[in-house]
């Protein structure tokens, strides 16, 4: 997240291009608050963990949402959010019968509120 944020900064000031930083209060105000909006784009977007990548699983017995995908009976491809009790001994086998075409794509913790 560092990184990002580091990332985000040096494009930002690179967008000035000769001007230098911008003086005035409105424009700070405007460059803090795109700052935040491109802040909160990026965390929505990157809260859901990818299967397969093996460096973040969650714990054991752990509540977690989980994304799924499979395909209706029309051949159309649908997306399934459902929360989920996580156990390690099964990992993210979906739960069905041997016909069944469901993918687990993603996960991620449930949310505080």
Not at 15 to 41: H, L, W, Y
Not at 74 to 84: D, R, S
Not at 87 to 113: A, Y
Request: glycine share 8%; with cysteine.
């Amino acid at each position: 997240m560092k990184t990002a944020a580091k990332e985000y900064a040096k494009a930002i000031i690179k967008s000035f291009g000769r001007n230098g930083v911008p003086c005035g209060t409105s424009d700070i105000m405007q460059m803090i608050a795109e700052g935040f909006i491109a802040g909160v784009k990026w965390y929505k977007k990157s809260q859901w963990i990818k299967v397969g990548e093996g460096e973040r699983l969650p714990k054991d017995e752990m509540y977690i949402l989980v994304r799924r995908h499979y395909k209706n009976r029309a051949g159309q491809l649908v997306t399934k959010v459902t929360q989920e009790m996580y156990f390690t001994d099964f990992g993210f086998k979906p739960m069905c019968s041997k016909l069944c075409n469901e993918r687990i794509t993603h996960w991620m913790p449930v949310p505080q509120p």
